[in-house]
């Protein structure tokens, strides 16, 4: 298994060295091609992705984990849709950031590059292996891929096609390469190996977060912890507060920018619970509120200190009153994920300290986390959303996957 | 230790949300009268650091290292000019990188903000308990020092008289910290204290950061590491060659951006390096030369296949003979730490290539590896030089020290 990765880890790199020299067009048109075999080979993906499906009912994978698995038609048209939208995406790779020229008559300047190769560890989400591989070339990465073993089948079928279609148009030996083993030694030595990958990027859940980040010796970002809260404020407006709780809670509850914790001031919880709390049971969502706001909700059950550090990923929703919105914020400080947060208020000073004082990688003020997102940010398509203050944070588009050098011509110049 | 560590934690992460509200007049002021209290207490300075002094020169320390540990009435106010440096940089807090208007009528904005909380790991040179403090303060950050054991009084002089300066000035408890415990251990909570700390910052040997890169669950920049290249081309300008090479070797052997291996077009060796050769020899340089250049080295030694991985921090230079601009490409991608390369030729394809193909932090033409660092770069002080391709590259200055966050405006939107 180390030689196998070995080798993998030595044309990946080789493979980066040839990306640096392609230029935009020639990109595009790999993208392209690619897009065109994945519309053509519909049926086998399908065909494949059956083959997981089949496993996965055997193994009684949630009816939630079969969807997520499950290739269709118009999942693969969303797909391919994705290769376009990346193609349309400036070329990140060769912008100058900043030049100038030194006194003694160097040209400095600082460009964009690529990081390099780039290990992706992700769940069993078969469209994770498109995406990924097409933001990684367009960012002129190569990318080692390694998906949940549960959609294995799928990922290697979608691997072949591109691969063999990008190879048609010059995409450089070992540029997109899926580990096709499903060992978790695999892994163990991905993350290791730093002599060829340049980053890591997990995608999935918190325990295989944790066990990497562990392990790895490899630089990780660190994606998609979402525990995000929103805080109602003295002054808010409740019919806003409403909607937007609403919003953030149920329009998408598995998703790592839905709303987990409810945080309300003392002297908007007589207003605000009994409205809010029927309209949320009517929608499914289980209550669970400290002892001041639970005597304003009919249908809510007892928080415990449990739920103020729990993303439910779910129709659950943990309600707790504050005193003051410097509490909100130390509670904020001490559970939160540091992914997204909102503030409720039509009072400039609380929404301007709110702003300042919360440190996660998107604040809001009267409106719904759940537009945290590469689309909804204006990136295309994005790989994750970093919840890390190190070298990317929030959604990361292309701009994400690239570093930066510094070139300097001279004529003679020493110190 | 896990206590105290544990209290250094909380404590720094407390102080970094009270900086995260300081305005840049409140942060000069505060930099200011360190700077002046320092300049108070010369003397104390000095009787703490003879204190180090004694202890290395009892433990027969190498003269370089008592060197870098001492401390004169220059040194020290040499510090000093560098907080004054630092107080005169542009503020990055709060600078506003992209912005725009939803269409939907959001304003969304990217802004720079502190990382949080730094953890610095560094070897016995005093002077970079001042500059890692003044620059993370000025950046907004937190900051847990952790300086070598032979500087111990040193750093422990320092870090009482810019704490206790700043605090007259409004410094929040536990902005600054040094760990006076000198036990492996704390180093090993520091880099795995992932609820406290943002990012580890480790400066010295590469055992040292080999051992933190194995163990540390916090994210690290990796700084220093410089095997640094230089290659003569076909079409090189001899006279500007002898320069660059001389003084990217001799000028000061001991830093990571002196250069440690040559690479010498075949068409090239017979002009250059009798030269080059006798003039380095002069200088004291031992020659570690391939059997090809060998021959033209009057008091050269064969070099062993070790020589082309070594950094040697001395004065001493390893010389390779390529026969194209491929293999010396090649070559430096393999052994090079990515820190700094040059080529010197006038052709400017090759230039073109050397500066697109090679992967470092900096890349020059006909100019000096030795101008790799934040002065030369205009970056004031520097915190160290960052050879990963993630979050930094290069000369580290304040902004590498921040991160950004979206802040969101909205009026009541949902999605």
Redesign the interface.
């Known amino acids: 298994m180390k030689k196998y990765m070995n080798n993998m880890g030595v044309l990946a790199k080789k493979a980066s060295?040839k990306l640096?020299?392609m230029d935009t067009n020639s990109k595009n048109n790999i993208l392209e091609e690619m897009a065109k075999e994945i519309l053509n080979n519909i049926e086998f993906i399908k065909k494949e992705n059956e083959k997981d499906l089949q496993k996965g009912r055997e193994k009684k994978l949630t009816p939630a984990f079969i969807d997520r698995l499950t290739l269709t038609d118009e999942r693969i048209k969303n797909m391919v849709q994705g290769i376009r939208t990346v193609i349309n995406l400036d070329d990140p790779i060769g912008e100058t950031l900043s030049g100038?020229r030194?006194k003694n008559g160097?040209e400095?300047s600082q460009i964009r590059?690529p990081?390099?190769v780039i290990g992706m560890i992700f769940e069993s989400r078969p469209n994770v292996t498109v995406d990924a591989a097409v933001l990684s070339l367009k960012s002129g990465n190569s990318i080692i891929l390694r998906g949940g073993s549960d959609a294995i089948f799928s990922n290697m079928a979608l691997a072949k096609i591109i691969i063999k279609a990008g190879k048609k148009r010059g995409l450089p030996d070992g540029a997109i390469q899926l580990i096709e083993y499903t060992d978790r030694s695999c892994v163990n030595e991905l993350i290791t190996m730093?002599n060829f990958i340049?980053?890591i990027i997990p995608r999935g859940g918190k325990s295989l977060k944790e066990a990497i980040?562990?392990k790895a010796?490899v630089?990780?970002?660190e994606t998609g912890a979402g525990l995000c809260h929103t805080y109602v404020d003295q002054y808010a407006?409740l019919?806003?507060a409403i909607?937007?709780i609403?919003?953030?809670k149920t329009?998408r509850p598995g998703v790592c920018n839905a709303m987990e914790t409810l945080l309300v001031h003392n002297s908007s919880i007589s207003n605000l619970l009994p409205i809010l709390g029927e309209k949320l049971s009517a929608l499914g969502v289980e209550l669970r509120a400290d002892e001041r706001s639970i005597k304003y909700l009919a249908n809510a059950i007892p928080a415990t200190n449990n739920d103020w550090s729990t993303e439910y990923l779910d129709l659950i929703l943990s309600i707790k009153t504050v005193d003051s919105i410097d509490e909100a914020i130390e509670h904020i400080?001490f559970y939160s994920t540091k992914h997204s947060e909102a503030i409720i208020s039509e009072n400039y000073r609380n929404?301007q300290k709110f702003?300042?004082?919360i440190?996660?990688?998107?604040?809001?003020?009267?409106?719904?986390t759940?537009?945290?997102d590469g689309g909804?940010?204006?990136f295309g398509g994005e790989i994750g959303i970093s919840t890390?203050?190190?070298?990317a944070?929030?959604p990361m588009g292309i701009k994400e996957l690239t570093?930066?050098?510094?070139?300097?011509?001279?004529?003679?110049?020493?110190?």
Chains 1, 2 share one sequence.
């Open positions: 060295r640096l020299q100038f030194h160097m400095i590059v990081l390099g730093n340049d980053v980040l562990s010796t630089p990780v970002i407006d019919n806003i909607d937007i609403i919003n953030a329009s400080d929404t702003l300042r004082e440190d996660s990688a998107a604040v809001y003020v009267n409106a719904s759940r537009f945290t909804a940010f204006g890390q203050k190190l070298h944070r929030g570093s930066v050098k510094y070139i300097i011509r001279g004529n003679g110049q020493i110190r």
